[in-house]
């Protein structure tokens, strides 16, 4: 028999805050995460300026040399979502992260750009200038997994996943079937994207940027007519899943239970968005969990903010759920945040469920009348008190996953 698996801890860096009574306040807030980037001004082939860091943090003091010697920014962000979210577990310091019972399942789109550069350099000037014996580790797509490793002393199996929007959602979709299938008792899980250039260039190179640089705080716009793109973002979250015997004997805080997991792939274009098999995914979901499509109460959307890729998205979701469900995008107040999206919208979804309020999408004023009609969160948010929620993701490559997750209050023993 499959085990139950629940989220027993949570964690992450957003540019919203970094817990979430601010990432709240800021949500009801209706505040953008969106800022000028003064630092690209030098790139002027670059048509936009905008992005959303991660807000300022300071690393604690056993963050030393020694302990970030093998780190880039996505891997410190990676290692510090993770210790928070250990942390909120009650599991700092246990026993059970160096049983081989625990495992780890992190993406990331890639490693660290500046090894990148490093490495590049060599081809252009022949010279080793900026390489060392750990460039190569702070490079790797799986960086972010292997300094969890490290940090913790985690000796279970590692699951990376790097399929660009997809990684964090699918390292949670995994580690969910990894302790289903008793192979792990406890599993770290989630995404991490640094902010750099390169990924806002190469949106840029296929006019799928938002240009409102003069105005950062009125874009992206997910689902919105005036949308002109998306906005690259930066963050990390790691959710802690574990088995629901284990947690219980253990006496944990249970915030949810992972229910429905499912991924696939279009087969078709690597940049254009197929509805049929992203609506698939979702049926593959409600089935991995046992439910019909009334049984969803709200969806956290992918949706970026471009024509292409909300509208087919729009259509599956109206194909699957039909015009009455409640559904908003994140990324207007975070951007974009690529390999982190899938667990930082878990997350923020999660904590939405239990306080029984989802956030509205910002700067959605004019529903694109090519989209299709669902009932789009604006003004206020809304109060809702529901059992199941989903939350889906759709990457280059045409990769889609979906979760879903039931709120634990009053779920069966």
């Known amino acids: 028999m499959a085990r139950r698996v629940v989220v027993t801890g949570m964690g992450g860096l957003t540019a919203l805050g970094h817990d979430w009574l601010t990432i709240a306040g800021n949500l009801r807030a209706r505040r953008s995460g969106v800022r000028h980037m003064s630092e690209w001004d030098n790139c002027t082939e670059l048509n936009t300026r905008l992005a959303a860091p991660v807000a300022s943090y300071q690393l604690p003091a056993h963050y030393n040399r020694k302990a970030l010697r093998s780190m880039g920014p996505v891997a410190i962000l990676s290692v510090r979502a993770s210790e928070l979210a250990l942390d909120d577990a009650g599991l700092l310091n246990d026993a059970l992260l160096k049983s081989g019972q625990a495992g780890i399942a992190y993406g990331a789109c890639a490693g660290s750009a500046e090894p990148v550069v490093a490495f590049g350099r060599i081809a252009t000037t022949g010279r080793l200038q900026g390489v060392t014996s750990n460039t190569y580790v702070q490079m790797m ?81 997910p689902f919105d007519r005036d949308r002109d793109g998306l906005v690259v973002g930066e963050g990390a979250a790691t959710l802690i899943l574990e088995d629901l015997e284990h947690a219980r004997a253990r006496g944990a805080r249970i915030y949810a239970e992972v229910v429905g997991f499912a991924t696939n792939a279009d087969g078709a274009h690597v940049t254009q968005p197929q509805t049929d098999t992203m609506a698939r995914v979702m049926h593959l979901a ?30 599956a979701t109206q194909q699957v759920f039909g015009a009455r469900l409640p559904i908003s995008s994140l990324k207007s107040y975070f951007g974009h945040t690529l390999g982190a999206c899938g667990s930082l919208e878990a997350w923020l979804s999660i904590e939405m469920l239990r306080a029984n309020w989802f956030a509205p999408n910002i700067n959605l004023d004019n529903v694109d009348p090519t989209c299709a009609e669902l009932d789009y969160l604006t003004g206020e948010g809304r109060n809702l008190a529901t059992e199941y929620i989903m939350s889906n993701n759709f990457a280059f490559g045409g990769i889609n996953t979906s979760l879903i997750f039931r709120r634990w209050q009053g779920a069966a023993a």
């Open 141 to 221: 797509s799986h960086t972010g997994a292997v300094n969890i490793s490290l940090f913790f002393g985690v000796t279970g199996r590692i699951i990376p996943s790097s399929s660009a929007c997809t990684s964090g959602s699918q390292a949670i979709g995994f580690a969910c079937e990894t302790i289903r299938a008793g192979k792990q008792t406890l599993m770290i899980a989630g995404g991490a994207e640094e902010l750099s250039i390169g990924p806002t260039a190469v949106f840029d190179t296929l006019f799928a940027t938002s240009t409102r640089n003069a105005a950062p705080q009125t874009t992206p716009r």
């Open 286 to 315: 409600l089935e991995d969990a046992g439910l019909e499509p009334a049984a969803i109460g709200y969806v956290n959307a992918h949706a970026a903010g471009t024509t292409l890729g909300d509208r087919a998205e729009s259509f």
